[in-house]
Structures are given as C-alpha cells and as structure tokens.
C-alpha cells in the first residue's frame, strides 16, 4: 500500500505539469491538500507520519481535491482559507482572496498608528476583513469599523471577526461611507478594485474565480480610487490619514488625485520588488 509521503511526491509532478508553478509551491499546495483531507492535521503531523499507508477514503478525498486545484481552482478555495499576517481568514468566492502584497498597507498603517493610543479606522471594501481585523488585532486600543457592499462578504467578514475574537470590529454594509455619515476617523484604509475593465489578466490566474465587483473599476481602473479620494477628507480628523493600495503603475495616477483633493504629506510605498503598492495622504 502507498505511503502518504509517496502520494504527496506523485501528487506534486501531477501538479506541477498541470500548472505554471514552481516546484516549491506545488509541493507546499499538494502538502496543505493532504493535511486538509487528513482533516486538517498539521504539516509537523505529516512529516511524523509519512511511513503511514493511504486509505482508500483517503485516496479519495485527496484526489477530489487534487482535481479541483489542477482544475484552476485557487488552493484558498479549496481550503476554505488563507494566511494573512500571521493569522488565517477565511475565504469564499464572494471575497478577494488577501494578497501578500497587502501587508504592506497594514505595516505602513501601523506605523502611523502609535500603540498606546486610541484610535479610530475605517475599512473600506474588507472582503474577508483582512485589513480591518488585522489592524484591530495590533491595535487593541482602536475602534476599527469595516464596510462593503457585498451582503455575502460582509457575512465572511463577520465570521472573521467572531473566529479571530476581534471586539473592537463593527462591520457595516455600505456603499463606500453611504453607512457611516457624518462620523470622522483617524485613518481610512482601502484595497479597492483597481484593475482596468479590459485587463487580459481578469480572465486567468484566481482572478477568474474572484468576484469582478472586488477587482475592477473602470477603464483605467481608477474609478473607485476617485470616487474614495474624493469624499476621504469629510470622514477625517484633523491630522489623519488615507492610505490606499493600487496598482504598480498607479502611483502617479494616485498621488495626482490626491492632490487634487487637498491632501498634504502625500507618500508612497513601495513593495520588495520596487514596485508602488500604497499611497497616502494626511488632511491638515
Ligand atoms: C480588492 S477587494 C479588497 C478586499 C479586502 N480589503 C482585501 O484586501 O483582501 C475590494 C472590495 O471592495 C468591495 N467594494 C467594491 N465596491 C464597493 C463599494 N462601492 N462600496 C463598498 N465596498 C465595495 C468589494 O466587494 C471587495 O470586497
């Protein structure tokens, strides 16, 4: 009878032609596979018990999933959730999977938000609550409230909250600040759509399985970022921030547009490849 560790090895080359990723990957995704058929078993468990024989069950819903993901189908689909500073969110097809790439919007939060300080957040377009929950989570002493307009992610996000025992989360359906009138933050942060309608790369990769509400906006993608810009300094104290994620090509694009809507200290921040990633601003 096979061994786990031999299912795992053939699994990877099954993978690996069927896909354009690398071997690392390939074997870090057939090993999260295995470990969710297992019944989430952890990758340590694994490596204690490669020696083990596969079952027939086993066999089976390892190969189910196995299918799906040479399919195309993301691996955060398939396991229901994905990693993201250093704590797992769950994920469905009605949210943006959280991207890597993101932390750096959270980090460049953090270091405008002093820990000893209350402060309040607003989050706009949470998906799965990421950004918001993140930053409630490193910032105790906050008051985070999250919004989007999608019923079915906004139930996502409150899973989250609950899951991550986040309790410094009020989660809100709203389009943009439709939900939050007249309320002023410190910092406003925002992934929002901003990938241009016509964009070739909407049809392959996850992005295929994503919800194109959360991806897209408009022809040169910045619609969103405009419509966001443009009313961020009637919801901000004095003094306070927005910091929106974009496109790598956006940075100019960005920085004009605030500009245009008064605000000062305006920065952005680039990700380990040197690529533009967040740009903010601060209202005087
Ligand atoms: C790029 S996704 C970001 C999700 C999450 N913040 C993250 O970084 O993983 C953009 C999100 O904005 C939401 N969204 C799009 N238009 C919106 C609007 N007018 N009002 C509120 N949310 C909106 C989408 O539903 C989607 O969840």
């Known amino acids: ?16 032609q069927a896909s354009h990723l690398e071997p690392a990957e390939t074997r870090i995704e057939v090993r999260a ?14 490596i204690a018990h490669g020696d ?35 704590r797992e969110f ?29 402060c309040r957040m607003l989050d706009l377009g949470t998906g799965t609550g990421a950004i918001g929950i993140t930053l409630a989570l490193e910032r105790p002493l906050s008051q985070v409230v999250i919004v989007d307009f999608s019923h079915e992610a906004l139930a ?3 899973e989250n909250i609950q899951r991550l025992a ?46 194109i509400t959360a991806l897209a906006s408009g022809a ?7 419509s966001i810009s443009s009313q961020a300094a009637g919801h901000l104290n004095p003094g306070g921030w927005l910091m929106l994620e974009h496109g790598y090509q956006q940075g100019t694009a960005v920085r004009d547009i605030l500009q245009q809507h008064g605000f000062t200290s305006i ?12 740009t903010l601003g601060r209202v005087d």
């Open 1 to 16: 009878m096979a061994k786990l560790q031999n299912l795992a090895a053939c699994a990877s080359k099954r993978l690996q």
């Open 166 to 211: 986040a309790r410094n989360v009020t989660a809100l359906h709203s389009d943009w600040y439709s939900a939050v009138q007249g309320q002023r933050f410190d910092l406003i942060v925002s992934n929002p759509p901003y990938i241009e309608t016509g964009d070739p790369h909407l049809q392959q990769g996850d992005l295929r399985f994503e919800p």
């Open 52 to 86: 083990e024989p596969v079952t027939d069950t086993l066999r089976q819903s390892f190969e189910s999933l196995l299918a799906r993901r040479i399919a195309g189908e993301p691996i955060a689909h398939i396991l229901g959730q994905r990693e993201f500073f250093g």
């Open 90 to 118: 769950k994920v469905t097809p009605a949210t943006l999977i959280p991207r890597p790439d993101t932390e750096i919007l959270i980090e460049t939060a953090l270091e405008k938000t002093p820990a000893n300080q209350p």
């Open 156 to 158: 996502v996000a409150k």
């Open 33 to 46: 596979l295995l470990c969710h058929a297992l019944g989430n078993v952890s990758h340590a468990w694994l």
């Open 267 to 278: 920065s952005t921040v680039t990700d380990l490849a040197g690529h533009e990633r967040v």
């Open 220 to 226: 040169d993608g910045l619609d969103d970022i405009r």
